[in-house]
Protein backbone atom coordinates (compact mmCIF):
# COMPACT_ATOMS: atom_id res chain seq x y z
CA UNK A 1 0.00 0.00 0.00
CA UNK A 2 0.93 3.41 -0.76
CA UNK A 3 0.03 6.50 1.24
CA UNK A 4 1.18 10.26 1.42
CA UNK A 5 2.01 12.15 4.62
CA UNK A 6 -0.49 14.68 4.38
CA UNK A 7 1.65 17.31 6.33
CA UNK A 8 4.87 16.57 5.20
CA UNK A 9 4.39 14.46 1.39
CA UNK A 10 6.52 11.52 2.17
CA UNK A 11 5.02 9.18 0.02
CA UNK A 12 5.35 5.60 2.01
CA UNK A 13 5.26 2.60 1.12
CA UNK A 14 4.21 -0.42 3.50
CA UNK A 15 4.21 -4.24 2.92
CA UNK A 16 0.22 -5.23 2.55
CA UNK A 17 1.23 -8.39 4.97
CA UNK A 18 2.48 -5.73 7.51
CA UNK A 19 -1.39 -4.28 7.33
CA UNK A 20 -4.22 -6.33 8.75
CA UNK A 21 -7.01 -6.56 6.99
CA UNK A 22 -10.17 -5.46 8.40
CA UNK A 23 -9.01 -3.42 11.27
CA UNK A 24 -7.26 0.19 11.72
CA UNK A 25 -4.00 1.18 12.38
CA UNK A 26 -1.51 4.06 13.31
CA UNK A 27 1.42 4.68 10.89
CA UNK A 28 4.16 7.19 12.09
CA UNK A 29 5.70 9.00 9.37
CA UNK A 30 9.60 8.61 9.56
CA UNK A 31 10.06 12.51 8.17
CA UNK A 32 7.98 14.55 10.68
CA UNK A 33 6.25 11.90 13.09
CA UNK A 34 3.24 12.66 11.96
CA UNK A 35 0.76 9.81 12.81
CA UNK A 36 -1.39 8.16 10.07
CA UNK A 37 -3.96 6.21 10.87
CA UNK A 38 -4.65 2.77 8.02
CA UNK A 39 -8.54 1.44 7.77
CA UNK A 40 -8.82 -1.37 6.01
CA UNK A 41 -12.29 -2.19 7.34
CA UNK A 42 -15.32 -2.90 4.54
CA UNK A 43 -18.37 -1.67 5.17
CA UNK A 44 -20.82 -4.60 6.09
CA UNK A 45 -22.94 -6.15 3.25
CA UNK A 46 -26.34 -4.92 3.36
CA UNK A 47 -27.57 -8.92 3.13
CA UNK A 48 -24.96 -10.04 5.09
CA UNK A 49 -26.03 -13.42 6.73
CA UNK A 50 -26.20 -12.94 10.66
CA UNK A 51 -24.18 -15.02 12.89
CA UNK A 52 -26.62 -17.75 14.31
CA UNK A 53 -26.46 -17.95 18.32
CA UNK A 54 -26.25 -21.45 20.31
CA UNK A 55 -29.46 -22.82 20.75
CA UNK A 56 -30.54 -21.64 25.42
CA UNK A 57 -28.80 -24.09 27.30
CA UNK A 58 -25.95 -25.09 24.82
CA UNK A 59 -22.68 -24.77 26.06
CA UNK A 60 -20.48 -24.03 23.46
CA UNK A 61 -17.53 -21.79 23.68
CA UNK A 62 -15.61 -20.22 20.82
CA UNK A 63 -12.02 -20.21 21.39
CA UNK A 64 -9.69 -17.25 21.84
CA UNK A 65 -8.30 -15.96 18.02
CA UNK A 66 -5.43 -13.15 17.31
CA UNK A 67 -8.53 -10.92 16.64
CA UNK A 68 -9.09 -10.86 20.10
CA UNK A 69 -6.06 -10.12 21.00
CA UNK A 70 -5.51 -7.00 18.54
CA UNK A 71 -5.22 -3.37 19.32
CA UNK A 72 -7.23 -1.24 17.13
CA UNK A 73 -4.90 1.72 18.18
CA UNK A 74 -1.48 -0.39 17.14
CA UNK A 75 1.15 1.84 15.43
CA UNK A 76 3.42 0.39 12.95
CA UNK A 77 6.86 1.73 13.80
CA UNK A 78 9.84 1.90 11.61
CA UNK A 79 13.11 0.58 12.42
CA UNK A 80 16.50 1.37 10.72
CA UNK A 81 17.05 -0.80 7.66
CA UNK A 82 19.24 -4.09 8.30
CA UNK A 83 18.45 -3.67 12.01
CA UNK A 84 17.40 -7.12 14.22
CA UNK A 85 14.59 -6.48 16.50
CA UNK A 86 14.10 -8.02 19.86
CA UNK A 87 10.52 -8.04 21.72
CA UNK A 88 10.79 -8.42 25.25
CA UNK A 89 8.39 -9.66 27.97
CA UNK A 90 9.00 -9.31 31.21
CA UNK A 91 7.20 -9.58 34.17
CA UNK A 92 8.79 -6.91 36.57
CA UNK A 93 11.44 -3.95 36.01
CA UNK A 94 14.17 -5.56 37.08
CA UNK A 95 13.91 -8.64 34.64
CA UNK A 96 13.19 -6.30 32.24
CA UNK A 97 16.44 -4.14 32.69
CA UNK A 98 18.60 -6.97 32.29
CA UNK A 99 16.94 -8.89 29.09
CA UNK A 100 17.11 -5.52 27.75
CA UNK A 101 20.72 -5.06 28.78
CA UNK A 102 21.89 -8.45 27.39
CA UNK A 103 19.88 -7.89 23.84
CA UNK A 104 21.34 -4.48 23.59
CA UNK A 105 24.87 -6.81 23.85
CA UNK A 106 24.24 -9.45 21.34
CA UNK A 107 23.52 -6.18 18.68
CA UNK A 108 19.21 -6.14 18.54
CA UNK A 109 17.36 -3.57 18.95
CA UNK A 110 15.08 -3.96 22.17
CA UNK A 111 11.21 -3.65 21.67
CA UNK A 112 9.27 -3.71 24.86
CA UNK A 113 5.46 -5.44 24.88
CA UNK A 114 2.67 -3.78 27.53
CA UNK A 115 0.56 -6.58 27.65
CA UNK A 116 -0.52 -9.40 25.62
CA UNK A 117 -2.70 -7.08 23.36
CA UNK A 118 0.13 -5.31 23.05
CA UNK A 119 2.62 -7.96 22.27
CA UNK A 120 0.66 -10.02 19.46
CA UNK A 121 0.05 -6.57 17.31
CA UNK A 122 3.64 -6.10 17.42
CA UNK A 123 3.90 -9.07 16.29
CA UNK A 124 1.32 -8.91 13.63
CA UNK A 125 2.92 -5.71 12.40
CA UNK A 126 6.70 -6.19 12.89
CA UNK A 127 9.21 -9.63 12.53
CA UNK A 128 11.27 -10.07 15.32
CA UNK A 129 14.57 -12.08 14.90
CA UNK A 130 14.71 -12.56 18.73
CA UNK A 131 11.09 -12.88 20.95
CA UNK A 132 11.82 -13.46 25.01
CA UNK A 133 8.79 -13.93 26.99
CA UNK A 134 8.65 -14.41 31.06
CA UNK A 135 6.53 -16.95 32.90
CA UNK A 136 3.80 -14.28 33.92
CA UNK A 137 3.78 -11.98 31.90
CA UNK A 138 0.84 -10.08 31.86
CA UNK A 139 -0.54 -12.24 34.53
CA UNK A 140 -0.54 -15.47 32.49
CA UNK A 141 1.02 -18.49 33.17
CA UNK A 142 3.46 -19.96 29.66
CA UNK A 143 1.00 -22.67 29.55
CA UNK A 144 -1.94 -20.87 28.82
CA UNK A 145 -0.37 -17.28 27.03
CA UNK A 146 -1.96 -16.66 23.90
CA UNK A 147 1.80 -15.14 22.59
CA UNK A 148 2.90 -18.77 22.28
CA UNK A 149 -0.26 -20.22 20.87
CA UNK A 150 0.48 -17.17 18.39
CA UNK A 151 4.08 -18.01 17.88
CA UNK A 152 3.42 -21.70 17.63
CA UNK A 153 0.66 -20.88 14.52
CA UNK A 154 3.14 -18.74 12.62
CA UNK A 155 3.90 -20.56 9.18
CA UNK A 156 6.82 -23.15 9.86
CA UNK A 157 8.69 -21.01 7.33
CA UNK A 158 8.28 -17.60 9.77
CA UNK A 159 9.11 -19.87 13.10
CA UNK A 160 11.68 -20.77 11.65
CA UNK A 161 13.46 -17.65 11.74
CA UNK A 162 12.65 -16.61 14.97
CA UNK A 163 14.52 -17.28 17.99
CA UNK A 164 12.00 -17.92 20.63
CA UNK A 165 13.37 -17.95 24.48
CA UNK A 166 11.35 -18.94 27.73
CA UNK A 167 12.37 -17.73 31.01
CA UNK A 168 10.73 -19.18 34.09
CA UNK A 169 12.06 -19.97 37.72
CA UNK A 170 11.55 -23.88 37.45
CA UNK A 171 13.66 -23.78 34.04
CA UNK A 172 17.12 -25.37 33.85
CA UNK A 173 18.99 -23.28 31.68
CA UNK A 174 19.83 -24.61 28.09
CA UNK A 175 17.56 -27.54 29.13
CA UNK A 176 17.01 -28.80 25.41
CA UNK A 177 13.92 -31.20 26.65
CA UNK A 178 12.36 -28.50 28.43
CA UNK A 179 12.73 -26.42 25.40
CA UNK A 180 11.23 -28.96 22.98
CA UNK A 181 8.48 -29.82 24.78
CA UNK A 182 7.31 -26.07 24.81
CA UNK A 183 8.13 -25.26 21.33
CA UNK A 184 10.76 -23.19 22.15
CA UNK A 185 14.75 -22.65 21.07
CA UNK A 186 15.72 -22.09 24.62
CA UNK A 187 14.74 -21.97 28.25
CA UNK A 188 16.46 -19.74 30.62
CA UNK A 189 15.90 -19.92 34.49
CA UNK A 190 15.35 -16.73 35.89
CA UNK A 191 18.84 -16.69 38.74
CA UNK A 192 21.06 -16.94 35.28
CA UNK A 193 19.81 -13.44 33.98
CA UNK A 194 23.03 -11.71 34.95
CA UNK A 195 25.34 -14.20 32.78
CA UNK A 196 23.26 -14.95 30.23
CA UNK A 197 24.81 -13.07 27.43
CA UNK A 198 27.29 -15.59 26.63
CA UNK A 199 24.89 -18.51 26.92
CA UNK A 200 22.62 -16.79 24.28
CA UNK A 201 24.91 -16.02 22.18
CA UNK A 202 26.19 -19.26 22.41
CA UNK A 203 22.68 -20.80 21.75
CA UNK A 204 21.82 -18.39 19.11
CA UNK A 205 24.98 -18.87 16.95
CA UNK A 206 23.87 -23.34 17.58
CA UNK A 207 20.60 -22.28 15.88
CA UNK A 208 21.91 -20.42 12.90
CA UNK A 209 24.03 -23.42 12.04
CA UNK A 210 21.52 -25.71 12.92
CA UNK A 211 19.45 -23.90 9.68
CA UNK A 212 21.70 -22.39 7.69
CA UNK A 213 21.12 -25.28 4.87
CA UNK A 214 17.61 -25.18 4.70
CA UNK A 215 17.57 -21.45 4.53
CA UNK A 216 20.24 -21.64 1.70
CA UNK A 217 17.72 -23.47 0.05
CA UNK A 218 14.92 -21.30 0.43
CA UNK A 219 17.19 -18.47 -0.93
CA UNK A 220 17.44 -20.81 -3.96
CA UNK A 221 14.13 -21.92 -4.68
CA UNK A 222 13.25 -17.90 -4.11
CA UNK A 223 11.19 -18.68 -0.74
CA UNK A 224 13.02 -17.01 1.76
Known amino acids: MD ?3 EKCNTRLNIPDEKIPRGQQATVSCPKCKN ?3 LNTSSPRRKNATPAVEGKPGSHTKKADSDSDYWDDDASLDFFEEGA ?3 LIMGNEAQQIKKLGRTIEDLGYRCVLAKNTRDAISKMRLHYFNLVLLSDGFDGID ?3 SPILQHINNLSMSVRRRVFL ?18 SANMVINGGDLDRLTSVMQHAISDNEKFYKVF ?5 EVGKA
Do not use: G, S
Request: proline share 0%; hydrophobic share 65%.
Open 3 to 5: IIC
Open 35 to 37: RLT
Open 84 to 86: KLA
Open 142 to 144: LAQ
Open 165 to 182: ALVADEFKTMDHMMAFAM
Open 215 to 219: MDTMV
